[in-house]
C-alpha cells in the first residue's frame, strides 16, 4: 500500500518534456516521431481503442524514459502491436529484433491510467531494443539489463521515487543470488539468475563504473557507447563485443573482467554488505539512508544521472 501510495505521488502532472504529435494513420494505426525514429502503434481491439488516448499517452511516456536514458530513441523505428486481455493490468510484452524491431503486449481490457503508471513491462520492452540480440547463454544479460535499466530510468525522469526503487531492489536482488548447486549466469537459467543475477550484474558494473571514474561516467554511458557501435536490436552479436564496446566508450575496464568472474563461477555477492556500503537499508519494511556510508556518494547519484 505505501508502494502504491508513493507511486502515485510522483505520477501526478505530465510526464515528458517534449510532447510529439500524435498522427492518426487509420482507425486502428497511430504513429509518432521522437527525433527521428518512428513510433507506430496498432490497437485493433474496440474496448481497448476506446481507452486510446491514455495507451498512446502511455507509449509516449515510456518511449521519452528510454530516449532520456540512452539520449536517444534506441532505433529508427519499431511498431508496438497491442492485444487485449481480461483484467486491469499489462499482462505481458515480448521484443522482436532484426531489421523490423517490433513490440507486442498484451493489455487488460479494464485497463486504468492508475494501472498504466504502475506499469514496468513498456519501459523494459523499450530497453530490449537497445541491446543487440545474443546467444541464449546470455540471456541473463538481455533480462538482466531490462530489470535493472527501467528501474533507474524511470526513476532518473522521475516516474519512480528513491525509496520504491531500493525497496525493490533490496526486496528482489536476492533471488538473483546464486543458489546451492547454481554455476554461473551463462550455465545456470534459471528465472532468478536470468532476471535478477542479470540485474546485480548490472548494478555492480554501474557502481564500478561510478567508482572507477569518479562518479563521472555510469552504466547509461557504457550503454550509449554499445548504441553508439551499432548494436541496437538490429543486431545480433555476443556478449563478449558487447562489453568490449562498453568498456571502450567508458575507457575502464569493467564489463568484461566482470563477466569473467560470473559467467561460469557461481561468485556469490553480499548483497546486505553492499547494501550497507552504499548507505541504504531496509528497517520495518522502510528504506533508511546513511550519508556516512563509504560509498554513498555512489548511492546518491545512481537514481540521478
Ligand atoms: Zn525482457
Request: hydrophobic share 65%.
Given at each position: 500500500m505505501i508502494r502504491m501510495i508513493i507511486l502515485l505521488l510522483v505520477f501526478s502532472g505530465s510526464l515528458y518534456a517534449a510532447n510529439p504529435e500524435i498522427e492518426i494513420l487509420s482507425d486502428t494505426a497511430f504513429a509518432f516521431d521522437m527525433d527521428g525514429s518512428r513510433i507506430s502503434v496498432e490497437i485493433r481491439d474496440p474496448v481497448l481503442l476506446g481507452k486510446k488516448d491514455m495507451l498512446l499517452d502511455w507509449v509516449l511516456y515510456s518511449a521519452q524514459t528510454v530516449y532520456d536514458y540512452y539520449g536517444r530513441f534506441p532505433v529508427n523505428s519499431v511498431a508496438i502491436k497491442m492485444q487485449v486481455t481480461d483484467g486491469p493490468a499489462v499482462h505481458f510484452g515480448q521484443a522482436f529484433g532484426g531489421d523490423s524491431p517490433r513490440l507486442r503486449v498484451v493489455v487488460g481490457e479494464d485497463i486504468s491510467p492508475k494501472m498504466l503508471r504502475k506499469d514496468w513491462i513498456m519501459v523494459h520492452e523499450m530497453v530490449h531494443l537497445a541491446m543487440a540480440d545474443v546467444p541464449y547463454a546470455h540471456r541473463w544479460w538481455l533480462e538482466g539489463l531490462a530489470t535493472y535499466v527501467e528501474s533507474i530510468a524511470r526513476a532518473q525522469r522521475g516516474h519512480l521515487t528513491e525509496e520504491f526503487v531500493w525497496n525493490g531492489f533490496i526486496m528482489r536482488m536476492p533471488q538473483g543470488l546464486p543458489k546451492k548447486g547454481d554455476r554461473g549466469l551463462d550455465l545456470t537459467p534459471t528465472w532468478g539468475r536470468t532476471y535478477w543475477g542479470g540485474a546485480i550484474f548490472c548494478m555492480l558494473a554501474d557502481i564500478e563504473i561510478r567508482k572507477l571514474t569518479d562518479n563521472k561516467l555510469s552504466l547509461r554511458d557504457a550503454l550509449r557507447g554499445v548504441l553508439d557501435a551499432g548494436?541496437?536490436?538490429h543486431a545480433s552479436t555476443t556478449a563478449m563485443e558487447v562489453f568490449e564496446a562498453g568498456d571502450h566508450a567508458t575507457g575502464v575496464d569493467v564489463l568484461m573482467p566482470l563477466y569473467l568472474k560470473m559467467k561460469s563461477d557461481p561468485?556469490?555477492?553480499d548483497l546486505d554488505a553492499l547494501w550497507k556500503s552504499l548507505g541504504v537499508t531496509l528497517q520495518n519494511e522502510r528504506v533508511v539512508y546513511n550519508d556516512n556510508a563509504p560509498m554513498a556518494h555512489v548511492r546518491k547519484s545512481l537514481l540521478k544521472s
Open positions: 548494436l541496437s536490436m561468485f556469490p555477492i
